[in-house]
């Protein structure tokens, strides 16, 4: 990386705040100063920073809300956490994982010990930049056939993140689900673009081509364990609940979660959007047709419990297409 890392220090504690700079300023870090979680917030919205040293015990808003806060921030939730605390027991370290952070230090902290898990999160952000960067690649490359070009991977990414979120799975889950969704539809890449774009009725031979593109998908993915849940979306994402899916006709929870999720968040996306076969609906609309049906979409086809978090988190799903429509 080009610029000095900026590491945020949020601490109610102005000595503390020294301390930390103290360690880390010789070091070449870039040390900005917060002494409220309201302050730390305004800052990420603002500046760019590459890691978060946060106290647990804040006036007003406490460690555990700020993390929480950030980490349901699309722009700001890929920045390592570090809660740092005076407590120590077992529910504290609980609550860090549970709100989101990725490490927990005690104080009086050990200097080797803060040195040492900053530059390890500093590693790993970087090589999960790169495992990203090239995930998104890939689903690029495979829209090259398609009429769905632009952000559509990016938005059902995202709609797959809300539902997560909502559904109360791990921050890990819905962030793993955020990225490998946008390999979805990777399969298509075998799929020609005649049959993709044509806008007529297609042939029983060209229909049963395109019901391929989940296996095919799978394949490209392969078999890496990273990739595990990219090719479990790939290959589950156009089953249906009520059985009436492809490419094996799964039913109810024989689904895997991630490809009950994904369905409604592509189904979403497909509807806002313009297709060879029909105009672009609006959230209004699409909402109805999701939740109600209308002969071709029904509610059958979604899991229950997925259906419930969608009309749950609908207002956030029109504000992702908002921010990223083409
Ligand atoms: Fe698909």
């Not at 870039?30 to 946060?54: F, H, M, P, W, Y």
């Not at 609550?95 to 530059?119: N, T, W, Y």
Request: a negative charge; charged letters at 25%.
């Amino acid at each position: 990386m080009a610029r000095t890392l900026r590491i945020l220090c949020i601490d109610d504690e102005p000595a503390n705040l020294v301390l930390l700079e103290g360690l880390l300023g010789p070091r070449g870090y870039d040390v900005i100063k917060a002494t409220s979680g309201q302050e730390g917030l305004k800052i990420i919205r603002e500046q760019e920073v590459d890691i978060v040293l946060l106290d647990v015990l804040l006036p007003q808003l406490d460690g555990y809300t700020v993390c929480k806060k950030i980490k349901e921030d699309v722009e700001a939730r890929n920045i390592p956490i570090i809660m740092i605390t005076a407590l120590a027991s077992k529910e504290d370290r609980i609550r860090s994982i549970e709100v989101g952070a990725e490490d927990f230090i005690s104080k009086p902290f050990d200097q080797a010990e803060v040195l040492a898990r900053i530059g390890m999160l500093l590693k790993i952000r970087e090589s999960e930049d790169a495992f990203t960067y090239t995930v998104y690649a890939l689903a690029r490359a495979a829209e090259i056939n398609d009429e769905d070009t632009g952000n559509h991977i990016l938005r059902v990414g995202e709609y797959c993140a809300i539902i997560a979120a909502n559904l109360k799975m791990s921050p890990k889950i819905f962030q793993h689900i955020r990225i490998q969704a946008t390999l979805h539809d990777v399969g298509k890449i075998h799929i020609p673009s005649v049959i993709l774009r044509n806008p007529g009725k297609l042939t029983p031979e060209e229909w049963s081509e395109i019901k391929k593109h989940p296996i095919y998908g799978a394949r490209i993915i392969g078999d890496h364990p990273r990739l595990s849940m990219a090719k479990s979306i790939a290959l589950t994402h156009h089953e249906r609940w009520d059985g009436s899916g492809y490419p094996y006709g799964l039913k109810g929870e024989k689904i895997p979660m991630e490809g009950r999720i994904v369905i409604v968040a592509d189904q979403y996306d497909a509807l806002r959007n313009p297709r060879v076969y029909k105009p672009a609906y609006d959230h209004q609309t699409t909402y109805k047709i999701i939740t109600e049906g209308d002969g071709r979409t029904m509610p059958s086809h979604f899991d229950p419990l997925v259906l419930a978090a969608f009309k749950n988190t609908a207002s956030q799903f029109a504000g992702v297409h908002e921010k990223l429509k083409e």
